[in-house]
């Protein structure tokens, strides 16, 4: 026990077994404030609009999202288009958060800050208008941390700590620690702010080698044209 609810340890557990989550599944821990989401397995698979959430309400800092894999974690949305309905329009033209798919997310609507986002695993693999956001309307901004011990593979990837137009707080930090870092296809890396507050830290740590590929402009609202790269 702790002192809002349990911990639960997995120190025992010798083998973990794979998870799969499809057809639009929302694993949902929203609320005021919002709660912790702890995902333990030997695979993660996140496809067909599935996506796991941690929307914070009011004035207390929100939940945390923590996945460790022992093998791989992979996204997969469904193609481009997926990108008209990423939070970097939400942030400047908000919409239903029902939409936010494909993905993992944190967010916060009022004050509080919005929670973290902690990935541990062998592998990352993300494609085709995949969201690893953390994001906040009005306050902070959580701090995003991916570690893939042999590689980070991804495409049409959306990953960062975003805080929208008019907030005075700033954006979170977001960290990538892996061996070798594989970006193309629009993606986009970023701990930014829209708003007056600062942008977070941005680290990327590859010890073999870093691959950054795609040149196509994807217009995002009047933010205007973004490629694959590092913001």
Known sequence: PTATGYSLDYGGVQNFRDIQLS???SVDASGEPSGNIQVQARTLQVTEGARIVSFNSGSQPGGSID????EAVEIRGNGLDTHKENLL????DPFDPGRLRHGFFTLSFGSGAAGDIAIN???FIARDGAFVEALAWKGRGGNVMLSATDAVDVGRLIMGSFVAQGATAPSGNTIVNTNRFIARDNTQIAAASFGDGRGGDLTLNASESVEVVGTRALPVGNLGGFITGIY
């Open 89 to 92: 329009i939400w942030l400047v």
């Open 67 to 70: 996945v460790n894999a022992a």
């Open 23 to 25: 057809g639009g599944v």
């Open 121 to 123: 695993t062998r592998s």
